[in-house]
């Protein structure tokens, strides 16, 4: 059994070698870096998915109640025409008068 290389006795270690457990942090170390890139790129994917998407929802949204304001409107300016139309046919009807005598 060799005490060489395993990280336990750095004086015994030849000059310039890297023992296994300092390799072994280094690749793990690396692996956590690519593997945090690799999350941060495919959150910003998929964020920026989401905006895009609710961009497109919003413009077809706001199309829609734009062309939904419009019949509205159009319904209120028939209706109105049609009620002044309506008052103009309509001839008052006059009350009857009461001849009722004032300070009894």
């Known amino acids: 059994m060799s005490i060489v290389g395993t990280g336990r006795f750095p004086e015994l270690e030849p000059e310039g070698s890297q023992s296994l457990g300092a390799r072994t942090h280094?690749?793990?170390?690396?692996?956590?870096?690519?593997?945090?890139?690799?999350?941060?790129?495919?959150?910003?994917a998929?964020?920026?998915?989401?905006?895009l998407l609710m961009r497109s929802d919003v413009?077809?949204?706001?199309s829609i109640f734009k062309r939904n304001v419009r019949q509205i409107r159009h319904w209120l300016e028939e209706?109105?025409?049609?009620a002044a139309?309506?008052?103009e046919k309509a001839k008052p009807k006059e009350l009857p008068k009461k001849d009722t005598p004032k300070g009894d």
Do not use: C, D, P, W
């Open 46 to 51: 998929g964020v920026s998915a989401v905006i």
């Open 59 to 62: 413009k077809q949204s706001a």
């Open 79 to 82: 209706e109105s025409a049609s």
């Open 26 to 44: 280094r690749i793990e170390f690396e692996s956590s870096k690519q593997m945090a890139l690799t999350n941060l790129i495919l959150t910003v």
């Open 85 to 87: 139309k309506e008052m």
